[in-house]
């Protein structure tokens, strides 16, 4: 099992930048897989981007493509989410997720491959 923490959000304006981080604690966090989502009030939980195992590959949602970078860094147990030019669409709730698996550059982009969640980081983008 693993525990997920994620720290970083804020209010910033839009055209701003924020980094946020994802703590895990628990099993070795090089067997899973990672991916960040986000829940915008009044909306459904929405893929942002994924992370294999390696950190090799990556994935994103095309909303985001081009702004945000998703990495890791398993000998600090920690990946992270660099936001830049934001925009106010992208205000939401942001969450990681974390999956096992034996595959070093599997991705994973839906909502039900993840076993694990972390509470959430409030965003806002201000206009």
């Known amino acids: 099992q693993v525990q997920l923490v994620e720290s970083g959000g804020g209010l910033v304006q839009a055209g701003g930048s924020l980094r946020l981080s994802c703590a895990a604690s628990?099993?070795?966090?090089?067997?899973?897989?990672m991916g960040w989502f986000r829940q915008a009030p009044g909306k459904e939980r929405e893929f942002v981007a994924a992370?294999?195992?390696?950190?090799?590959?990556?994935d994103y949602a095309d909303s985001v493509k081009g702004r945000f970078t998703i990495s890791r860094d398993n000998a600090k147990n920690t990946m992270y989410l660099q936001m830049n030019s934001l925009k106010p669409e992208d205000t939401a709730v942001y969450c990681c997720?974390?999956?096992?698996?034996?595959?070093?550059?599997?991705?994973?982009?839906?909502?039900?491959?993840?076993?694990?969640w972390g509470q959430g980081t409030q965003v806002t983008v201000s206009s």
């Open positions: 992370i294999s195992r390696s950190g090799v590959t990556t």
């Open positions: 997720a974390a999956v096992g698996t034996t595959g070093w550059i599997t991705l994973y982009g839906k909502i039900s491959d993840y076993d694990y």
């Open positions: 628990g099993r070795t966090f090089s067997s899973y897989a």
